[in-house]
């Protein structure tokens, strides 16, 4: 048997104010064939080495093709998506005939004229290899789960946790069904509900992560084979920008699609409880100043609307102006995106002190730049943090600022948000000898900051990516969601 496999991952925030370049992926390594043998500590290699290994285990023959990843950004460009698209069938093209696709995407890649890259991609290499073929894919469950993936894939599966720290397990259940679907041991079946809901769904706290065992303990019960949830992508517009339930069921369309249903109502129905616990700066800062100091132990702050893991920049001020307006020191805040800010600082080099024009760069959603005088603490060129599955995450070359009263700034020229505290101790700094830890993250950090943090507050800006889901200005996906409407899907109380 013959295994064929690829990774294809960027989110797209159709909102963002720059475009996905070739030069995005560049940046972490477009490989051909070869990320699982010579790259496999890259975002995608990790995967790919983990399939090659559980394939060559099972006596299949290995075919590898594309690897790349991008941070988040706005719409890939169309010559560089025809060229990844196109490079996957010539590999598949040329592999001969295989009995297993098994692809890692994350579900919401837009292009420059095409919506649904995945669900592109999906049905031509299912018009190449035909319906024998197991085809399986790893999402991230911030996806939107279209009518094109659902009907040419025999099993999608979606990572689990938010943060997502469960992607090499979500890999190993897709290569097992997938397998046993190849030798014709199962029969899997998808369908889908469509929750009409739009909102952010974190796993490290209630109600979501009952919901999440809920769905665990589904699994393996009554042929049901796998349960996933698009949580959706918000800030990325197309028709099918959402929250759904989708199972794969083994050979029973009407099981999986009234447990889909079944757990659909049920998120639905705890809508209320799942309004993001965001504030605005001043209430996020007043309830860090108002809990009693605890030493090595910070109060964390989430700056949410500017996570370069959503789309956005990484280079608004708004919480850093508040800070200098409000004269708040022994507060460490990071990373910020500014290059020239970061030429500048490295020109300068360590020690050296002098007035810097930060941040504020791309546009009315990274508010104004900020002055203020800086000493640069440390340059470290390649900084990496850890990943949220234990492997490197660049950051390029990070600065470390000190500004006025102990405030600590993080300056990065590889657009990324925060996962680890290694992050800022890479560079000798150690959060947890401040009074405030800002991270521009959403909730990727959770793993690595919750162990240190008095507490956590997440504070909502007019960053790109602020979590008005209400307010979002959509002009594809219909206006019949929560919390736009009260109860889009007409139940009642």
């Known amino acids: 048997m013959r295994m064929f496999t690829a990774f294809l991952v960027t989110e797209t925030n159709s909102f963002a104010p720059m475009p996905t370049g070739r030069g995005s992926f560049e940046e972490y390594g477009i490989f051909h064939g070869d990320a699982s043998i010579r790259h496999a500590d890259t975002e995608g290699g990790q995967y790919l080495l983990q399939w090659r290994q559980r394939g060559e285990a099972a006596g299949l023959e290995v075919v590898e093709s594309l690897c790349v990843y991008s941070q988040p950004a706005g719409r890939v460009l169309a010559p560089v998506w025809a060229d990844f698209k196109g490079s996957v069938l010539a590999d598949l093209r040329r592999s001969g005939p295989v009995d297993m696709v098994l692809l890692f995407l994350h579900g919401a890649m837009m292009a420059v004229g095409q919506d649904d890259c995945e669900g592109e991609l999906i049905t031509a290499i299912r018009a190449m290899v035909g319906p024998g073929v197991a085809i399986g894919a790893v999402l991230d469950p911030h996806c939107h789960l279209s009518p094109s993936m659902l009907d040419n894939a025999d099993v999608l599966i979606a990572m689990k946790e938010y943060p997502h720290i469960d992607g090499a397990a979500r890999a190993d259940e897709l290569f097992d069904l997938c397998l046993r679907t190849a030798r014709g041991e199962i029969r899997p079946v998808m369908r889908d509900f469509d929750c009409k809901m739009i909102t952010l769904y974190p796993t490290t706290v209630e109600p979501v992560r009952g919901f999440v065992d809920a769905m665990r303990e589904a699994e393996g019960q009554d042929g049901i084979l796998s349960v996933s949830l698009a949580h959706g992508f918000p800030w990325g517009d197309t028709p099918w920008t959402g929250t759904r339930t989708w199972v794969v ?245």
Request: aromatic letters at 6%; glycine letters at 12%; proline letters at 8%.
């Open 249 to 493: 069921a083994d050979g029973d369309a009407g099981k999986a699609a009234g447990l889909a249903r079944d757990l659909g109502l049920r998120l639905y129905r705890m809508r209320e409880q799942l309004r993001p616990g965001v504030t605005d700066i001043d209430t996020a800062l007043d309830r860090a100043l108002d809990r009693p100091p605890v030493p090595g132990r910070p109060v964390v702050l989430a700056d949410v609307a500017d996570n370069a893991g959503g789309g956005a920049p990484g280079d608004s001020t708004f919480i850093l102006k508040r800070l200098l307006e409000r004269g708040l020191g022994q507060v460490v805040i990071g990373c910020f995106w500014d290059l020239g800010a970061i030429n500048i600082c490295c020109n300068a080099g360590i020690g050296s002190r002098f007035d810097l024009r930060l941040g504020g760069k791309c546009g009315p959603a990274s508010g104004d730049p900020v002055d203020l005088t800086v000493t640069v603490r440390n340059i470290v060129e390649n900084h990496f943090q850890t990943g949220l599955e234990g492997g490197p995450s660049p950051l390029g070359t990070a600065v470390w600022l000190e500004a006025r009263d102990g405030l600590h700034i993080v300056l990065t020229s590889q657009r990324s948000q925060v996962f680890q505290p290694d992050a800022f101790t890479g560079l000798g700094l150690d959060p947890t000898a401040s009074r405030m830890v800002i991270v521009k993250s959403t909730q990727h950090f959770h793993a690595g900051f919750a162990p240190m943090a008095s507490d956590i507050q997440y504070v909502s800006t007019p960053g790109a990516i602020a979590p008005a889901f209400a307010e979002i200005p959509y002009s594809t996906r219909s206006p019949d969601y929560w919390p736009r409407v009260a109860d889009p899907l007409a139940l009642g109380a």
